[in-house]
C-alpha cells in the first residue's frame, strides 16, 4: 500500500470539498475547539445555492461562518448537542438554531441507530507515516460519526497536540475519502474560568469531603473550578482523572502533583478524558504526554464504567434545584442556557462507586430583573426540563453548605434544601412547602 500516493490522490481545497454538498444533506461539524473552519468558509460561500441543509456540532468555541452569513437559518440549520456562548443566544433567539437534548454517554449509539450523517468533516493531525491521523483533544463520538457518514472529509491542522488513545483515537487514509490541507492554524482556547468567593465558598464545603486517591470529574463552570484551584493548593494526593472534559484545572493540579492515578482502579497512572478544551498551555501540556489518555464518551461517560473506580468523586453546576430535589442544569422555562451533558451518567456511577460521591453545585440566588430571585425553588417554572429526577439527586451544594438527600423523605428533603437556600427566602419556601405538603409543624422556621 502506497500511502503518500493514496493521500494525494485524497487531496483536495476546501472549496472542492464544500462543492460536495447538496441542498437537504446533515452535515458532522465535529466538537468543541476543533471546529473545521477551512471547510466552513468555503460552505458559506455556498449559501445561496444550498437550502435545508442541517449542521452538528457541539460546545462549539465560536460563531461558524455558516451561521454569519445565514443567522436566520434559511438555508442553514445549527444543531447543537451542548450549548453555551454564542449558541444559547442563538438558539434563544434564532429560527435557525436548535439545542438536541442528549444523555451524552449514548452519544455514539445516536449516530449508529438514529442520527443520519451524510457528510463528516473531522478535524485531526497531520498524517503521520503510517497512514493515521489522530483526533488530539476530541475522541468523544468522533468514530461512531465517521462509520455512519456517507462521506468523510478530513481537515488537518499542525497545531493540534498528539494524543493517546484508549480507543477510537485514530483514522487511517484508506478510511478517509478526501483531506483538506488545513496547515498550522492556533487552535481557539477556552479561556481560564474566573471565579469569584462565592464559587469558592461552595468550594470550601466540597474540599474537606475529597479523599486521598479520589479520581475526579469536573464539570464546566467557576465552582469546579474553583474546587480544582483549591485542590492543587491542598495536600490532595494521589488523585486520578476520569472526565468527559478535560480542563486547564487538571493540568494545574497535576503539575503540583496531586495527581498520579497511582489509586485508580482502572486506567491506573493516566488521565482519560473523552474532549478537552483550555488555553495553548494546556494543549502543549497534553501533545504526546503518556499520562493523558482520550475515549470514546460511551466508555467515559459510561456509569459501569464509573462505578469500578473507587472513590469516583463528581463535581458539575446545576442552574436551579427544587424542594422535590429535581435538577436542572440545561434551561430556564423555554430559555435554554447550557444542556445535560454527562451529569446523569456521572451521578449514577459516582453513587455506585465504592467510596463515591456526586455533588451539584450552584449559587443560591442570581440577580434577576427586578433584584435577587432564589435558586433554591418550590418547583419548576412551566416547560422547564428536568437534567436530574428526585431519586438520581445526592448531595446539593450552596454558599450555605450542603443538602446530602439520599435516602431522605420529602419533608427531610424540603429542610435540607431550604437551610442551603438564600436566608432572604427561607420563610417564603417553609410556606411553599407547607402548600406542598411536605413542611412538618415541629421543623424549626
Request: charged residues 25%; aromatic residues 8%.
Given at each position: 500500500?502506497?500511502?503518500?500516493k493514496?493521500?494525494?490522490?485524497?487531496?483536495?481545497?476546501a472549496e472542492v470539498?464544500?462543492?460536495?454538498?447538496?441542498?437537504?444533506d446533515?452535515?458532522d461539524?465535529?466538537?468543541?475547539?476543533?471546529?473545521p473552519?477551512?471547510?466552513?468558509?468555503?460552505?458559506?460561500?455556498r449559501?445561496?445555492?444550498?437550502e435545508?441543509?442541517?449542521?452538528?456540532?457541539?460546545?462549539?468555541?465560536?460563531?461558524?461562518?455558516?451561521?454569519?452569513?445565514?443567522?436566520?437559518?434559511?438555508?442553514?440549520?445549527?444543531?447543537?448537542?451542548?450549548?453555551?456562548?454564542?449558541?444559547?443566544?442563538?438558539?434563544?433567539?434564532s429560527?435557525?438554531?436548535?439545542?438536541a437534548?442528549?444523555?451524552?454517554?449514548?452519544?455514539?449509539?445516536?449516530?449508529?441507530k438514529?442520527?443520519?450523517?451524510?457528510?463528516?468533516?473531522?478535524?485531526?493531525?497531520?498524517m503521520?507515516?503510517?497512514g493515521?491521523?489522530?483526533f488530539?483533544?476530541?475522541?468523544?463520538?468522533?468514530?461512531?460519526?465517521?462509520?455512519?457518514?456517507?462521506?468523510?472529509i478530513?481537515?488537518t491542522?499542525?497545531?493540534?497536540?498528539?494524543?493517546?488513545g484508549?480507543?477510537e483515537?485514530?483514522i487511517?487514509i484508506?478510511?478517509?475519502d478526501?483531506v483538506?490541507?488545513?496547515g498550522?492554524?492556533?487552535?481557539?482556547?477556552?479561556?481560564?474560568?474566573?471565579y469569584?468567593?462565592?464559587?469558592?465558598?461552595?468550594?470550601?464545603?466540597?474540599l474537606p469531603?475529597?479523599?486521598?486517591?479520589?479520581?475526579?470529574?469536573?464539570?464546566?463552570?467557576?465552582?469546579?473550578?474553583?474546587?480544582?484551584?483549591?485542590?492543587?493548593?491542598s495536600?490532595?494526593?494521589d488523585?486520578?482523572?476520569?472526565s468527559e472534559?478535560y480542563?486547564d484545572?487538571?493540568?494545574?493540579?497535576?503539575?503540583?502533583?496531586?495527581?498520579?492515578?497511582?489509586?485508580?482502579?482502572?486506567?491506573?497512572?493516566?488521565?482519560?478524558?473523552?474532549?478537552?478544551?483550555?488555553t495553548?498551555?494546556?494543549?502543549?501540556?497534553?501533545?504526546?504526554?503518556?499520562e493523558?489518555?482520550?475515549?470514546?464518551?460511551?466508555y467515559?461517560?459510561?456509569?459501569?464504567?464509573?462505578?469500578?473506580?473507587?472513590?469516583f468523586?463528581?463535581?458539575?453546576n446545576?442552574?436551579?434545584v427544587?424542594?422535590?430535589?429535581?435538577?436542572s442544569s440545561?434551561?430556564?422555562g423555554?430559555r435554554?442556557?447550557?444542556?445535560?451533558?454527562?451529569?446523569?451518567?456521572?451521578?449514577l456511577?459516582?453513587?455506585?462507586?465504592?467510596?463515591?460521591?456526586?455533588?451539584l453545585c450552584?449559587?443560591?440566588?442570581?440577580?434577576?430583573?427586578?433584584?435577587k430571585?432564589?435558586?433554591?425553588?418550590?418547583?419548576?417554572?412551566?416547560e422547564?426540563?428536568?437534567?436530574l429526577?428526585?431519586?438520581i439527586?445526592?448531595?446539593?451544594?450552596?454558599?450555605?453548605?450542603?443538602a446530602?438527600?439520599?435516602?431522605?423523605n420529602?419533608?427531610?428533603?424540603?429542610?435540607?434544601?431550604?437551610?442551603?437556600?438564600?436566608?432572604?427566602?427561607?420563610?417564603?419556601?417553609?410556606k411553599?412547602?407547607?402548600r406542598m405538603?411536605i413542611?412538618?409543624?415541629?421543623n424549626?422556621?
Amino acid at each position: 500500500m502506497d500511502i503518500q500516493k493514496m493521500y494525494e490522490e485524497k487531496l483536495i481545497s476546501a472549496e472542492v470539498a464544500a462543492s460536495k454538498i447538496k441542498s437537504g444533506d446533515t452535515i458532522d461539524y465535529g466538537w468543541a475547539a476543533l471546529q473545521p473552519d477551512l471547510f466552513d468558509e468555503a460552505l458559506a460561500k455556498r449559501v445561496q445555492e444550498l437550502e435545508g441543509v442541517i449542521i452538528r456540532h457541539g460546545v462549539s468555541t465560536k460563531v461558524p461562518k455558516v451561521v454569519e452569513v445565514d443567522p436566520q437559518g434559511d438555508h442553514f440549520i445549527w444543531s447543537s448537542w451542548h450549548s453555551g456562548g454564542w449558541e444559547r443566544k442563538y438558539i434563544n433567539t434564532s429560527p435557525g438554531g436548535f439545542y438536541a437534548p442528549i444523555r451524552y454517554s449514548e452519544l455514539p449509539q445516536y449516530y449508529l441507530k438514529e442520527v443520519p450523517v451524510d457528510v463528516v468533516v473531522v478535524n485531526a493531525t497531520p498524517m503521520d507515516k503510517h497512514g493515521y491521523f489522530n483526533f488530539g483533544i476530541i475522541n468523544s463520538h468522533q468514530q461512531a460519526a465517521i462509520d455512519s457518514a456517507k462521506l468523510v472529509i478530513v481537515e488537518t491542522n499542525a497545531a493540534i497536540p498528539y494524543v493517546n488513545g484508549r480507543d477510537e483515537a485514530d483514522i487511517h487514509i484508506r478510511d478517509v475519502d478526501f483531506v483538506i490541507d488545513g496547515g498550522n492554524r492556533p487552535l481557539t482556547e477556552f479561556p481560564p474560568v474566573k471565579y469569584g468567593e462565592l464559587d469558592a465558598k461552595v468550594a470550601g464545603f466540597i474540599l474537606p469531603r475529597i479523599r486521598d486517591g479520589a479520581t475526579l470529574q469536573l464539570g464546566i463552570g467557576g465552582m469546579p473550578s474553583a474546587v480544582g484551584s483549591m485542590i492543587a493548593d491542598s495536600d490532595l494526593k494521589d488523585l486520578g482523572v476520569h472526565s468527559e472534559m478535560y480542563v486547564d484545572a487538571f493540568m494545574e493540579m497535576a503539575k503540583k502533583g496531586r495527581i498520579t492515578g497511582k489509586k485508580k482502579t482502572i486506567d491506573r497512572g493516566r488521565q482519560v478524558f473523552a474532549f478537552a478544551g483550555g488555553t495553548q498551555e494546556l494543549y502543549d501540556y497534553m501533545d504526546h504526554n503518556p499520562e493523558i489518555l482520550s475515549a470514546s464518551v460511551s466508555y467515559v461517560n459510561s456509569e459501569a464504567v464509573c462505578a469500578e473506580i473507587d472513590n469516583f468523586t463528581c463535581i458539575n453546576n446545576a442552574l436551579s434545584v427544587d424542594l422535590w430535589g429535581q435538577a436542572s442544569s440545561e434551561s430556564v422555562g423555554t430559555r435554554h442556557i447550557s444542556g445535560a451533558g454527562g451529569q446523569l451518567d456521572f451521578a449514577l456511577g459516582a453513587y455506585k462507586s465504592k467510596g463515591g460521591q456526586m455533588f451539584l453545585c450552584l449559587a443560591s440566588t442570581y440577580e434577576g430583573k427586578d433584584g435577587k430571585v432564589s435558586n433554591i425553588v418550590p418547583g419548576f417554572a412551566k416547560e422547564t426540563p428536568i437534567t436530574l429526577p428526585r431519586h438520581i439527586t445526592s448531595n446539593v451544594v450552596t454558599e450555605y453548605g450542603i443538602a446530602s438527600l439520599k435516602g431522605k423523605n420529602t419533608w427531610e428533603r424540603a429542610e435540607a434544601l431550604i437551610n442551603i437556600a438564600h436566608p432572604d427566602f427561607r420563610d417564603e419556601l417553609i410556606k411553599d412547602a407547607e402548600r406542598m405538603n411536605i413542611w412538618r409543624n415541629s421543623n424549626k422556621r
